[in-house]
């Protein structure tokens, strides 16, 4: 029982590329929600997904996309990177909107 | 407006000390309050969490929390502290928005040193 993965764990990116943070549970949960934690900032809510084909903007959704594949996978994407996106992201999942798990971080930079 | 305070950016302590974390909140309804941990470069961890019932809570690592609902605290406990106990907690509420789709309120987390 693996709980929560992300993938990578580590990404640099220039200024408008692209790329995609995987997100992966193995507890059956129907809830996922992604976040990003700045300095100073705390968690913040970028989107998430009370369930398999459902998704909602969270406080801070600008320049992200994202994508419930299926009830496991919680993709998302930044379709064109800028500095201000470098940061701290997380993702986790709940069986209700209560306690939630957390994936170990991607750290991401943006130059 | 619905939202979590913790009053301190960090609280410092002696080893073998109790310590305490606070948490303020203001929710509508019945609020379910969690405290979760994280140690440096790591993901979040859950400590505890109270939904009803008894207002002293038990959770991980020793770590206990009182429900003061006159008071809309939920401070964080622990007797003894160790210097592994080190980390950066974070208190959250369920909040409710117009859909009532339910998700966590967040403190900003509070930084704990626990000195030798």
């Known amino acids: 029982n693996a709980g929560v993965t992300q993938t990578p764990k580590f990404q640099v990116l220039k200024t408008g590329q692209s790329m995609t943070l995987q997100c992966a549970q193995d507890m059956n949960h129907n809830s996922m929600y992604w976040y990003r934690q700045d300095p100073g900032m705390g968690l913040r809510l970028i989107y998430y997904?009370?369930?398999?084909?459902?998704?909602d903007k969270g406080e801070v959704p600008n320049g992200y996309n994202v994508s419930r594949l299926n009830k496991r996978e919680f993709s998302l994407r930044l379709e064109s990177a800028a500095p201000s996106q470098t940061s701290v992201y997380f993702c986790?999942?709940?069986?209700?909107?209560?306690?939630?798990?957390f994936g170990p971080g991607t750290r991401l930079t943006v130059l | 407006a619905q939202s979590v305070a913790q009053p301190e950016d960090q609280v410092n302590v002696a080893e073998g000390n109790p310590l305490t974390v606070k948490c303020t909140y203001s929710v509508s309804g019945n609020p379910y309050l969690f405290w979760y941990v994280q140690y440096p470069n790591r993901g979040l961890q859950f400590l505890l969490k109270y939904i009803t019932g008894d207002n002293l809570v038990k959770g991980s690592y020793g770590f206990e929390a009182e429900f003061n609902k006159s008071q809309t605290s939920f401070h964080l406990k622990k007797p003894s502290a160790l210097v592994s106990d080190s980390a950066l907690y974070f208190c959250a509420v369920r909040g409710y928005n117009a859909g009532n789709n339910r998700k966590l309120i967040w403190g900003l987390g509070t930084s704990l040193a626990v000195n030798p």
């Open positions: 997904s009370a369930s398999e084909g459902t998704t």
């Open positions: 986790a999942s709940s069986r209700e909107p209560d306690t939630q798990y």
